[in-house]
């Protein structure tokens, strides 16, 4: 059964500061990686999607890793800002039988101070 | 639509009512997910549907949970008697068929139940 753990559970930063969550997962065998940001009260929001023959994906500040071999994904967020304040979830879609299913962590919660 | 639209947004309810949630997913997307994210806890995989085929009902957690999706687009989450622990955020996520496999996720419905 694949689990996905995020560390830390919980980060705050000073605004300006660069910083990087981590996701990590049991099961290698993954169709793909995908990093959710979920402001409180509300759903997700897909931030970057990559694929598991990738190694990596940007989007303006962000960069988001995957080394599948060893279980490991990163997010790195750049020149934070108070509004990146949120929490940042992780989920993988395994490539076996149920291969449409994401197992998601439980998510670093992000708070950036100005 | 623009996104998943999802309804109601907040309900509050009595122990042992039956409460309808609804899902509204994007137009052209063919699987329709739903999750359940109680308070402190990752989320959890309810139900899954994709087009024609059978809904994969693995993570319903009792038989008081059903969902249907009636013209490959609306679904319906039904909860029957109503307990405490069925408290939570109920998500709804679509996705295209295509081979990315990108969720896009509503906003939720907050359930409570007194």
């Known amino acids: 059964k694949q689990e996905v753990t995020q560390i830390p559970a919980a980060l705050s930063v000073p605004e300006g500061e660069n910083l990087v969550l981590n996701c990590s997962f049991t099961?290698?065998?993954?169709?793909?990686l995908q990093w959710f940001r979920q402001d409180p009260g509300k759903g997700l929001t897909s931030l970057l999607l990559i694929q598991s023959s990738q190694r990596e994906q940007t989007s303006g500040r962000l960069n988001a890793s995957l080394d599948k071999s060893s279980g490991r994904s990163t997010l790195y967020i750049a020149a934070s800002q108070p509004g990146d304040s949120a929490t940042y979830l992780c989920a993988v879609k395994g490539s076996g039988g149920s291969n449409y299913k994401l197992t998601f962590g439980k998510g670093t919660l992000l708070t950036v101070n100005p | 639509g623009a996104g998943v639209s999802q309804s109601p947004s907040n309900k509050v309810t009595e122990k042992g009512k039956d409460v309808e949630l609804r899902c509204d997913p994007i137009?052209?997307?063919?699987?329709l997910y739903w999750y359940r994210q109680s308070l402190g806890q990752g989320l959890e995989f309810l139900i899954y549907f994709q087009g024609n085929s059978a809904p994969d009902k693995s993570g319903l957690p009792s038989d008081r949970f059903s969902a249907e999706r009636t013209g490959g687009s609306v679904s319906t989450l039904t909860i029957q008697r109503t307990q405490q622990e069925d408290s939570a955020v109920y998500l709804c996520a679509s996705r295209s068929d295509r081979a990315t496999g990108e969720l896009f996720f509503g906003e939720g419905s907050r359930l409570t139940v007194l």
């Open positions: 137009s052209g997307h063919t699987a």
């Open positions: 099961d290698s065998a993954i169709y793909n």
